[in-house]
């Protein structure tokens, strides 16, 4: 199968390409994107020379690896990765790009009628909508990387009839042992040190905020077709039960597994079709090995969002990933305090009128504007401070 991966040089990617070095009669490489990583591209192709389609953020870049390498076609800049996507020739598109930059990657995959393994989930948090029509109207196949979704997958692969209750599982983040009031002195560094996962530092903070988890539950809605009121999450210290599927008969079925997303990721490239292990058990109590917590909305506020995106979906979605990988960026910046994160998301929801219908020009457009409300609003109280 051909394949063509965005985000090679990113923690999900650099794991890819693991699983292509060992399936190298399954899978060919035929290009990649590295954003500003340009000093992994000499890598990849000594070992995929059937790589031709290159993208890079930098014109400069650009111009020196296309001077370098004339066989190979390169490309940058937005328009580049439009050209990237209709250019290269590929079955499969592997999208591990992180943040809103992925979701026009998948539409014109699924627009093309190709397969898409997506660990993008802003895809689907921001784009869902758009992404059902296309996979409705016959258009292309997704299969999800995130290890959480994966698990779903492979339990309602097993057993789809008789589905009580679809059951994410969250590590809690790096501050899962800390109080709100403890929060107000954490640091970036901090929250990075992720206690069972080892990630890109956006989707840690996000793990430590618990946004990614409700990015999550937005996947699972649009991935498996439950309603909000089906799909639940509950702490799981360890991150070996990756989630799991509830049955009205009150039994259990999980994926258990260490933390690693090799396993995902090689799942969603062999579409499914490798052998995979799924538990049955009729109570947590029988996991004794591992720990489970409810979850504590009042903890994880962030959460809440989940649920009115759902109901209000529209633009409600573009709206809160822009908010929030603003206010990220400006924590890893040191330009606001870890509890800011969920006041510039909140302010700037409040204060941004929802839609109901959006194609992909109108969500363009309200994510450049919300993104520039958000930074307004992190300048205005950094001044007041």
């Known amino acids: 199968m051909d394949l063509l991966l965005l985000g090679a040089s990113g923690s999900i990617g650099r794991q890819t390409i693991d699983i292509l ?3 190298r ?23 995929f020379p059937e790589a031709k389609h290159i993208y890079m953020q930098s014109a400069q870049s650009y111009r020196w690896y296309k001077d370098k390498y004339p066989s190979i076609n390169f490309y940058f800049g937005k328009e580049g990765l439009q050209q990237l996507l209709n250019n290269a020739s590929y079955d499969m598109l592997v999208n591990a790009l992180v943040g809103f930059v992925g979701l026009e990657p998948t539409l014109i995959a699924l627009e093309n009628n190709k397969k898409v393994a997506l660990a993008n989930k802003e895809s689907l948090v921001v784009g869902g909508d758009l992404i059902l029509k296309l996979l409705d109207s016959g258009k292309g196949t997704i299969y ?3 290890s959480e979704h994966s698990a779903v997958y492979k339990c309602l692969k097993v057993q789809d009839k008789n589905v009580d209750k679809i059951i994410l599982t969250a590590s809690g983040g790096a501050f899962r042992n800390l109080s709100l009031s403890e929060l107000n002195n954490v640091t970036s560094a901090d929250a990075l040190r992720h206690p069972t996962w080892k990630m890109g530092p956006k989707i840690t903070i996000d793990c430590a905020t618990m946004m990614n988890k409700c990015f999550e539950v937005v ?17 799981h210290d360890e991150s070996y039960v990756h989630s799991m599927v509830r049955y009205k008969d009150g039994y259990y079925r999980a994926e258990i597994n260490r933390p690693d997303m090799h396993n995902p990721i090689e799942f969603a490239l062999f579409e499914g079709e490798i052998p995979f292990t799924t538990y049955s058990f009729q109570s947590l109590e029988e996991l004794d090995k591992f720990h489970f917590h409810q979850l504590d909305y009042s903890r994880y506020p962030l959460m809440k969002h989940a649920e009115k995106l759902l109901k209000h979906r529209g633009s409600y979605g573009t709206v809160l990933n822009a908010a929030n990988e603003v206010a990220v960026h400006a924590f890893l910046n040191s330009q606001i305090s870890f509890l800011d994160i969920e006041k510039v998301i909140d302010y700037v929801i409040r204060h941004t009128r929802i839609l109901k219908d959006v194609n992909y020009e109108k969500i363009c457009q309200i994510d450049k504007k919300t993104r520039q409300k958000a930074n307004k609003i992190i300048k205005l109280w950094s ?3």
């Open 21 to 23: 070095k060992n399936n």
């Open 383 to 385: 001044k007041m401070s």
């Open 144 to 146: 999800p990387i995130d």
């Open 25 to 47: 009669q399954t899978f060919s490489l035929m290009g990649f994107s590295v954003g500003h990583k340009t000093r992994y591209i000499s890598k990849l192709i000594r070992l």
């Open 219 to 235: 996947e699972a809605f649009y991935l498996f077709r439950y309603p909000y009121r089906k799909i639940g999450v509950i702490l």
